[in-house]
């Protein structure tokens, strides 16, 4: 690549065309219709198509099956394992009481106001309070056998 300097600067494309103006005469070339054309829909003042209108011909979302069901009470929870948490423990006894506010403090969970989920991935070794708005039965016991508690936010 050459080095740019002052002697080969150039302007991006396009930058130094001019704005086409329209209805300006015959002389123009874009005079009497102004590059709308004869009659039709796109000629008249106030035409505007909705979006994805394909002429009158039935418009590709509608054309693409529906598929599947979508559920809208459905909840969702950021995950934490288990794994994850003996990890922050080891590292630093004081993490012993795992509070929401201290999960978010250490970066274990991503969105500040998701509801968390504590899956039995991996295994703990150390006691640990545990605040989560979920347990999976797995990690309540895997916690509760490790001398921990499993406390769930309401």
Do not use: C, W
């Not at 209805?23 to 106030?46: C, E, F, I, L, N």
């Not at 274990?108 to 039995?120: E, G, I, Q």
């Not at 150390?126 to 016991?141: I, L, R, T, Y």
């Amino acid at each position: 690549m050459a080095i740019r300097n002052l002697s080969n600067l150039q302007a991006p494309k396009k930058a130094n065309e001019k704005k086409k103006r329209v209805g300006r005469g015959m002389g123009s070339g874009m005079g009497k219709t102004s590059t709308r054309g004869h009659k039709g829909q796109g000629s008249r003042s106030g035409s505007s198509l909705m979006r994805g209108f394909e002429g009158g011909q039935m418009p590709l979302h509608r054309r693409l099956p529906k598929r599947g069901f979508t559920n809208i009470f459905r909840v969702e929870y950021q995950v934490l394992g288990l794994d994850r948490i003996s990890e922050v423990v080891a590292a630093d006894a004081a993490n012993a009481d795992l509070t929401l506010d201290r999960i978010i403090a250490l970066g274990l969970l991503r969105k500040k106001n998701a509801l968390l989920k504590v899956l039995a991935n991996g295994e703990i070794k150390s006691a640990v309070k545990v605040h989560a708005h979920k347990f999976s039965a797995a990690a309540k016991e895997a916690i509760e056998k490790a001398g921990g508690q499993a406390i769930v936010i309401a």
